[in-house]
C-alpha cells in the first residue's frame, strides 16, 4: 500500500498543505494567500484565526480532490514562518491580539535600549541571536504591557503563547498539545541554545512568565493527533515540528557541516550547517539550532535578509510597475543593466550583516534616463546583493569554503535572478527540482518516526538547474564595490 506523508506550510504571506509519497514526490499541493495587516508604520500583524482556518480548509481540499484514505497518510508535519507571535486565551481558544509578524518593528526602541546595557551581550551569549525586534521576545512583552485581555488571563493562569507552529499544533489537537519544538524555540530569544531551555535570566529581562510558555520538544517527537472533525474523525499523528527555513535546510539534505542553502522567499534565509558545534559570529550572523534529532542537537549559522520577494511584491501591489511577479524576468532581461540605478530594500530596516532597525528602503543613481525595466532589474539585484553579503561573512565565521548554494524558494524560479546571483557570487546554485523544499523537509522529518534515515533522504535529493558564473571577477567586484556605496550612502536618520 503506497504510503503518503502530509506537510502544513504556514508562510509569510500564505498557507500551503502539500501532501508527498513515499519518495517525496509532490502528489498535490493546496496554497492560499492570506491578509497583511498594517495598523502603523513598521508594524505588520496577522489574524490568527485567519491562518488556523485557511490551513484547515487546505487540507480539507487537498483530501477532497484525492479522495484516497485518511488512514494512508502515515504522519503530518508542521513547519511555519518563525519568530511571529500569537497569544490567546485557552479557555475559549481565541487569540487575544492579532499575531505580531517576524518584520514588525514596533519595539526598536526597546531592543536598540537592551541591546546598549550589559543586557545586549547576555543575550547574544545565551541564544546566538542579536538583538532585535525581529525575535519573539519583545513582542511578546509588548503584548503584555499594552494588552489589557493578556494581563486578565494571565491573573486567572489562562493566557498561552506560542509562535504559530505551536498554535497550530494547540488547535489541531483540541487543546491537548502545546508544545514547540528547539528550532521555532531558538528564535525567541528566551531560549538558551547551549542547555536547551527556557532561560530563566533571559524571561527576567522581558518579563515574561514561563507558565505561558510551551514545552520544547525535538524535531521529530510526538506532537500528538489531530482532531480534523470534518476528515471522518481519522487522528493523523503529528510527528514533526521545524520553522520555515531550518525545514528547508533539511528538505535539501544539508546534513553535514558547511552544507549551505538560500530559501528565496519574501525575504531570503541563508543557513549553513555547523555540526554539533555553536560557531559565534563576529559579523552579525545568527547562531542557532538546525534540528534535534534522537536527542543529537545540529547548530547552524544563519543570515536573514528581510526583504527579497517582498520587494517584487512592492513593485507589483505597490508601485504598479508589474501585473505579476513572474514577469519581472521578462522585463530585467529586456534591458544589459540598470544604468547605474542601485535599489536598497530596507523596507523592515536592513538584516544582516548590518542589523540597522532605521534604515529605510532608497533608490539611488536615478537619472533621465532611468526606466521602468531599470527600476525592476535594480530591486532583482538587489536581492542578489544581500545574499552576497551575508555569504561573504558566513565563510569568514565558519572557516568554511563554500563551493555551491542549494536553493529554492519562490524568486528561484526566477531565471535572471538565479543566474546574476551566480554571478555576483561567482559560485554554482544548485536549484531544487521541488518547489515546495521546505514542505518536504518537514515531511522527510515526519517520516523518520517511520523509520526512514538520513541516508534514504540522500539519494532522493535532485536538482533540476544549475546556474554557473558567466561574468568576469573585474565587473563581479565593480558592481559589488557600487552595492556597497549604495547602503552606506543613506542618511537613516534624515528619513525618520
Known amino acids: 500500500m503506497q504510503k503518503y506523508y502530509l506537510a502544513i506550510d504556514q508562510g509569510t504571506t500564505s498557507c500551503r498543505a502539500v501532501l508527498f509519497d513515499e519518495n517525496f514526490n509532490v502528489i498535490l499541493k493546496k496554497q492560499k494567500e ?3 495587516i498594517f495598523p502603523n508604520i513598521g508594524w505588520v500583524e496577522h489574524d490568527p484565526m485567519e491562518i488556523l482556518n485557511t490551513q484547515i480548509e487546505l487540507v480539507q481540499q487537498l483530501i477532497k480532490e484525492l479522495g484516497i484514505s485518511l488512514e494512508v497518510i502515515q504522519s503530518l508535519g508542521i513547519t511555519n514562518q518563525r519568530e511571529t507571535v500569537v497569544l490567546w486565551d485557552k479557555q475559549s481558544g481565541k487569540p487575544i491580539y492579532n499575531a505580531i509578524v517576524w518584520q514588525d518593528t514596533r519595539t526598536a526602541q526597546r531592543c536598540n535600549f537592551l541591546k546598549s546595557t550589559k543586557y545586549g551581550k547576555t543575550i547574544h551569549q545565551k541564544t546566538g541571536l542579536i538583538v532585535d525586534p525581529y525575535f519573539s521576545a519583545s513582542k511578546i512583552e509588548w503584548i ?7 494581563k486578565e488571563l494571565l491573573a486567572q493562569g489562562r493566557l498561552l503563547f506560542g509562535t504559530i507552529d505551536t498554535w497550530l499544533c494547540w488547535n489541531l489537537t483540541d487543546g491537548k498539545v502545546h508544545a514547540t519544538d528547539v528550532s521555532n524555540a531558538s528564535r525567541t530569544m ?9 532561560d530563566d535570566d533571559l524571561l527576567n529581562i522581558f ?8 514545552e520544547i520538544k525535538n524535531n521529530v517527537d510526538d506532537f500528538g493527533k489531530t482532531n480534523f472533525r470534518t476528515l471522518s474523525g481519522v487522528k493523523i499523528p503529528i510527528s514533526a515540528m521545524a520553522g520555515d527555513q531550518q525545514a528547508s535546510l533539511f528538505g535539501h539534505a544539508c546534513f553535514d557541516s558547511g552544507n549551505l542553502k538560500n530559501t528565496y522567499g519574501t525575504g531570503c534565509f541563508i543557513m549553513m550547517n555547523t555540526g554539533n558545534a555553536v560557531v559565534h559570529s ?3 550572523l545568527l547562531s542557532t539550532i538546525a534540528w534535534k534529532i534522537n536527542n543529537k542537537t545540529t547548530y547552524a549559522l544563519e543570515g536573514s535578509v528581510f526583504i527579497a520577494g517582498a520587494a517584487v511584491q512592492w513593485l507589483r501591489d505597490n508601485m504598479g510597475l508589474l501585473k505579476t511577479a513572474a514577469e519581472s524576468e521578462q522585463i530585467a532581461k529586456s534591458v544589459e543593466d540598470t544604468a547605474g540605478t542601485y535599489f536598497v530594500p530596507a523596507f523592515a530596516g536592513l538584516g544582516a550583516p548590518y542589523w540597522n532597525t532605521n534604515a529605510q528602503g532608497a533608490y539611488m543613481g536615478i537619472t533621465r534616463a532611468t526606466r521602468k525595466e531599470h527600476l525592476v532589474r535594480a530591486v532583482l539585484e538587489s536581492i542578489a546583493f544581500q545574499n552576497k553579503d551575508v555569504l561573504e561573512v558566513m565563510m569568514t565565521d565558519s572557516n568554511q569554503l563554500v563551493e555551491a548554494v542549494f536553493v529554492d524558494g519562490g524568486a528561484s524560479n526566477n531565471a535572471f535572478l538565479m543566474q546574476f546571483q551566480a554571478d555576483i557570487l ?9 518547489d515546495e523544499i521546505t514542505a518536504k523537509g518537514v515531511a522527510m522529518m515526519a517520516s523518520m518516526a517511520t523509520g526512514n534515515t538520513l541516508d ?6 535532485i536538482h533540476d538547474k544549475i546556474y554557473t558564473p558567466k ?3 573585474t565587473k563581479r567586484k565593480f558592481l559589488y564595490k557600487q552595492w556597497l556605496k549604495a547602503v552606506k550612502t543613506i542618511d537613516y536618520q534624515s528619513f525618520l
Not at 528566551?190 to 531551555?197: A, G, K
Not at 559560485?427 to 531544487?432: A, H, L, T
Not at 534514504?456 to 535529493?461: A, E, Q, R, S, T
Open 190 to 198: 528566551l531560549f538558551n541554545i547551549h542547555t536547551l531551555e527556557w
Open 207 to 214: 518579563n515574561i512568565p514561563k507558565e505561558i510558555l510551551p
Open 282 to 284: 563576529e559579523n552579525g
Open 144 to 150: 503584555l504591557q499594552n494588552v489589557t485581555k493578556a
Open 471 to 473: 561574468m568576469d571577477d
Open 456 to 461: 534514504d533522504f540522500i539519494k532522493m535529493i
Open 34 to 36: 492570506f491578509c497583511q
Open 426 to 434: 561567482g559560485m554554482n546554485i544548485q536549484r531544487s527540482i521541488i
